[in-house]
């Protein structure tokens, strides 16, 4: 079974870019068929899927973020990335990363998950 480790800083100000890694291990992020992705579930809110990084490295990312989402990877570390700009407050939440073998994953009790890591938008 993969293990997943989100790690990032913790508070970012408004209009400023949030930067996440995930580091994977006991597993390849190049393993075919497996999707990489990013979800983050918001203070009294629901799971909210935010894009992914296959095992090919394409991606694809939730059109509700509004072209704000990059994901990228460096295989040779095994690790894949999340940059989220212009950020708001409305963009504090815990992030997630995960490993499916499903494109969009919404919901906890399907594939892989790291443990999460909060993240504030406050000036």
């Known amino acids: 079974q993969p293990q997943l480790q989100e790690s990032g800083p913790g508070l970012v100000k408004p209009s400023q870019t949030l930067s996440l890694t995930c580091t994977v291990s006991?597993?390849?992020?190049?393993?075919?068929?497996?999707?990489w992705s990013w979800i983050r579930q918001a203070p009294g809110k629901g799971l909210e899927w935010i894009g992914h990084?296959?095992?090919?490295?394409?991606?694809y990312y939730s059109p509700s973020l509004n072209g704000r989402t990059s994901i990228t990877r460096d295989t040779s570390k095994n690790q894949f990335f999340l940059s989220l700009s212009s950020v708001t407050p409305e963009d504090t939440a815990v992030y997630y990363c995960?490993?499916?073998?499903?494109?969009?994953?919404?919901?906890?009790?399907?594939?892989?998950w790291g443990q999460g890591t909060q993240v504030t938008v406050s000036s």
């Open positions: 006991r597993g390849s992020i190049t393993t075919n068929y497996f999707y």
């Open positions: 990084i296959d095992y090919s490295g394409t991606t």
């Open positions: 995960a490993r499916s073998t499903t494109p969009v994953l919404t919901t906890r009790d399907r594939g892989y």
